[in-house]
């Protein structure tokens, strides 16, 4: 018998009860619960312990497998395009190639450290977002930090459930590993991204870095968010 997860959902968040079923039990109410009509009356979902699968609605945010490495790749470059437009110059932002995205994604998934996770949002079968959590390298914060890698969904899906469902995957995950913080590092000038991260409990620690991406060709000025888990 495997331990499995009871996620109620109804509106925003996700509440979160334990319980024991067989996985028969548990594939008659997933069934059970996909089947409903809206998510006026909630819905529930069953999942493993290691948030392997998460539904709501038409939603599903899931742990990402080494098969999903080419539909990451084609979120990561077109939400790219969209979201630094503003910032990077749009013949760097073009150049971006969905095939090297691929690879390094096929040897990422292939090579996950302990303690790491990336989960894929799908709307109708369909990977919108991903979400990367790992434990923080940086020396000055407890060992039992977790950070925010990185978080990103195609534009036709921002400002809708799916980040934010990403973002409360990753959370999930860190409280599970026993994690007591975790962090992520923003582009300063992504004003975008930091409302939506101080929205979901994120702050300023006043830890600030400048590096160079990792895949395009520019310097960044990061500021370090954290929360409490």
Do not use: C
């Not at 009509?37 to 497998?65: C, M, T």
């Not at 060992?143 to 990403?166: H, I, R």
């Amino acid at each position: 018998m495997l331990t499995w997860d009871v996620v109620v959902t109804d509106g925003p968040g996700i509440g979160r009860r334990e319980g024991a079923h067989t996985e028969e039990d548990v594939a008659a109410r997933v069934r059970l619960a996909a089947s409903l009509p809206s998510l006026d009356v909630g819905s529930v979902a069953y999942i493993p312990r290691r948030y392997a699968a998460l539904v709501v609605g038409d939603l599903v945010v899931r742990e990402a497998r080494p098969s999903d490495a080419r539909a990451i790749a084609e979120v990561s470059v077109a939400s790219r395009r969209w979201s630094y437009r503003d910032l990077i110059a749009k013949a760097d932002l073009e150049a971006l190639s969905v095939e090297d995205a691929t690879t390094d994604f096929a040897e990422g998934l292939a090579e996950l450290s302990s303690g790491a996770a990336v989960f894929v949002a799908e709307l109708t079968g369909r990977v919108v977002g991903y979400a990367y959590v790992l434990p923080s390298s940086d020396a000055d914060l407890p060992a039992e930090t977790s950070e925010l890698g990185s978080l990103y969904v195609t534009e036709e899906v921002a400002g809708t459930e799916v980040a934010p469902a990403l973002i409360d995957a990753a959370i999930e995950h860190a409280r599970a590993a026993g994690q007591g913080i975790l962090t992520l590092w923003g582009r300063r000038e992504n004003g975008r991204a930091r409302r939506f991260y101080e929205k979901h409990g994120m702050r300023e620690d006043g830890t600030e870095r400048r590096r160079s991406h990792d895949v395009l060709p520019t310097e960044m000025n990061e500021i370090r968010y954290r929360m409490s888990l």
